[in-house]
Nanobody, 115 residues
């Protein structure tokens, strides 16, 4: 049974930082590409950042220079360090594992940026 469990969300003031983590179980973590998505109210889910099994990273333009994705294959975790947060970053953030046609999602975690 595959499980992806996100943690680290919450309320933060504009300009602040948060670090999200996603712990995976039930998969051979190292061979999966891992990604973070987000969905704001009334908007479609969008890709935020991805790190493939080889460690190559890519980011949405809106978060480049502010967010950093990383993975720890030994711990089976993927993290998203989010700096210089703005109210536009408010959303539910989801962790996703993908390999070929396989897709697994976490349950999502709320991030709210507000003063």
């Amino acid at each position: 049974q595959v499980q992806l469990v996100e943690s680290g969300g919450g309320l933060v003031q504009p300009g602040g930082s948060l670090r999200l983590s996603c712990a995976a179980s039930g998969i051979i973590f190292s061979i999966y590409d891992m990604a973070w998505y987000r969905q704001a109210p009334g908007k479609q889910r969008e890709l935020v950042a991805i790190i493939n099994s080889g460690g190559t990273r890519d980011y949405a333009d809106s978060v480049k220079g502010r967010f950093t994705i990383s993975r720890d294959n030994a711990e089976k975790t993927v993290s998203l360090q989010m700096n210089s947060l703005t109210p536009e970053d408010t959303a539910v953030y989801y962790c996703r594992a993908q390999r070929r046609i396989e897709r697994y999602w976490g349950q999502g975690i709320q991030v709210t940026v507000s003063s």
